[in-house]
């Protein structure tokens, strides 16, 4: 099953026909998202004899989409998750997650313009979890159950800012304006786990600077749900960031950021891609 937010309005891409849920569902659902999510698998049960479309990125209408959670109440971030990136950022792969977080007010829709907040702004792909049914003290088996579905990330990140201070926190130098963008459709669990080979790339201009298996992920989603729940309640709605592959520019020599008029596309095998334009 496949879910878009278009002009703010939540709409299911069926089989055969686009829906606006709100307006096929007798009013039952929300058209707002965030009101479907405490209600996920109610809602999947209602959607699934509209069966799911292909998802063809030519037809999608880019410019009209918004983030697939607009306003998460918490966003969870998980830093050097793919062995290589840890190698490539000067660290050994940590024990436990590390988990920072990027503010509410970053998130934003999948096709926009990013402003660069300095000449340190770095690209992360990423693989991106929306929770269902939340919970606290979920246990790693019981994971995908609470999970309404997966979508693209961009993780931007002003380096300047993240290291800056001793020990350095990450949080702010990743929630200025524009450094979440989450889209363009969310996937059920089913449908995305059906997959084999699944592949996370960025490019910048045209040029694959990240590519890499998903399967190389250290910790998976149902150890970082356990692992978050028991210490945070997972809200319906929320957003966690699941890491970025190697590739970034930071890890580069000399390092490279991006400059004004690139693109950025972020894509995930079954997930389709987002682009934003640096300004
Ligand atoms: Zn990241």
Redesign the pocket.
Request: charged letters at 35%.
């Given at each position: 099953m496949k879910v878009y937010v278009q002009d703010g309005r939540a709409v299911l891409l069926g089989a055969d026909e686009v829906i606006d849920i709100h307006e096929r569902s007798g009013g039952a659902f929300s058209s707002d998202i965030a009101g479907i999510y405490p209600r996920w698998d109610e809602f999947v049960q209602w959607a699934e004899p509209f069966g799911s479309g292909e998802l063809d990125m030519e037809t999608l209408p880019k410019n009209e989409l918004d983030a697939i959670s607009p306003a998460p109440r918490q966003v969870l971030?998980v830093?050097l998750n793919y062995v290589d990136h840890a190698a490539e950022s000067g660290f050994s792969v940590p024990e436990y997650p590390i988990v920072f977080t990027k503010f509410q007010s970053s998130i934003t829709k999948p096709f926009d313009d990013l402003e660069l907040t300095s000449g340190s702004v770095d690209w992360?792909v990423?693989l991106v979890v929306v929770i269902g049914s939340g919970g606290r003290n979920i246990s790693a088996e019981n994971a995908w159950d609470h999970i309404a579905g997966l979508t693209i990330g961009q993780?931007y990140?002003d380096r300047d800012a993240q290291f800056r201070g001793q020990p350095a926190q990450f949080s702010l130098g990743k929630s200025f304006e524009g450094f979440a963008p989450i889209g363009p459709v969310l996937v059920t669990p089913d449908e995305f786990l059906a997959q084999s080979d699944c592949v996370i790339e960025c490019e910048v201009d045209g040029e694959t600077v990240q590519s890499a298996p998903i399967a190389d992920i250290v910790f998976d989603i149902p150890d970082l749900i356990a692992k978050m729940s028991a210490v945070v309640e997972l809200l319906p709605g929320d957003v966690l960031?699941t890491?970025?592959p190697p590739g970034v520019g930071f890890g580069q020599v000399p390092p490279r950021y991006l400059r004004s008029g690139e693109r950025v596309r972020s894509s995930i095998t079954g997930l389709g891609y987002m682009e934003q334009a640096c300004r």
């Open positions: 971030a830093g992360e990423e993780d990140s960031f890491g970025t």
